[in-house]
């Protein structure tokens, strides 16, 4: 089975680089499930999450980069009044984390899309519609030339806040210690967010995250993971 060229130009698009990713490949079986559950629960291009039949008043959260679903599974399982909306534009990891969504019973709580996350809070969005993003582990661009690609920049932390309701949260992790002060600082400076653990800080892990792939990867590595957290005033 081959996705057909409709689908993938409205579920589908290939052009954003992501850090040290090599081709991932998308099974027969994954792909079922992407026909299956995308034309239900995907957010297309054209769709904003107004459309995207959640139920009114349901906490909305996001999770950007969600890589393999780990993170995003972990929270429909632990969150049952939240409604999910993960972004993530590696297509293999699209794929794993609707068929595990699906295997534990909670797909039809979340919405997915494979699209950039710039463009998903851009154009699909609305002000203060969020009460919750979490970005676990984004792609580190260690070259000093390539730090432009970073997703936390200036103009993103802004969206960001201009897409939380006040009151709403910000959560990232890092397992690379340049990346995670990289945050800290451009976080720290935005205005409308407040870093729970003062100017500067980190806060402790929380005690029931699971360790997502890039987590395990770091601390196979000898790195140490930190964490943030923001609350929008
Ligand atoms: C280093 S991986 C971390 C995956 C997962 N969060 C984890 O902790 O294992 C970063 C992920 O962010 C995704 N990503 C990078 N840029 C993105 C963007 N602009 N919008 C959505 N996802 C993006 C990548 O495809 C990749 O899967």
């Known amino acids: 089975m081959r996705l057909s060229k409709e689908f993938r130009d409205q579920f589908i ?3 954003m680089r992501t850090h040290g990713r090599k081709n991932g490949f998308v099974t027969v079986g994954q792909e079922a499930r992407l026909l299956k559950w995308l034309p239900v629960i995907g957010l ?4 904003t999450l107004a459309d995207a039949n959640l139920p009114s008043g349901a906490p909305i959260v996001m999770e950007i980069g969600f890589g393999n679903g780990d993170f995003l599974v972990h929270l429909a399982k632990t969150h049952p009044d939240w409604m999910l909306v993960g972004v993530e534009i590696y297509l293999p990891g699209v794929a794993k984390a609707v ?3 699906d295997d534990v019973g909670e797909i039809q709580r ?3 899309t494979q699209l950039p996350a710039q463009f ?3 154009n699909q969005v609305a002000e203060e519609q969020l009460d919750g993003l979490f970005i676990n582990h984004p792609d580190p661009w260690p070259k000093t030339r390539h730090h432009k690609r970073r997703i936390i920049q200036k103009d993103f932390a802004e969206l960001m806040v201009t897409r939380l309701k ?4 910000i959560k990232l992790a890092s397992d690379k210690a340049d990346l995670a002060e990289w945050m800290r600082d451009v976080l720290d400076t935005t205005p409308g967010l407040s870093n729970v ?4 800080g980190f806060i402790e892990r929380d005690a029931d995250r699971p360790e997502t792939k890039f987590e395990q990867r770091g601390n196979k590595a000898g790195r140490v993971s930190q964490f943030l957290h923001y609350i929008k005033a």
């Open 166 to 169: 006040p009151g709403g949260f």
């Open 120 to 122: 998903v809070l851009s």
């Open 13 to 15: 698009q290939h052009e």
């Open 99 to 101: 068929c595990r969504l």
């Open 44 to 47: 297309s291009k054209e769709r």
């Open 197 to 200: 653990a003062g100017v500067g």
């Open 110 to 112: 979340c919405r997915i």
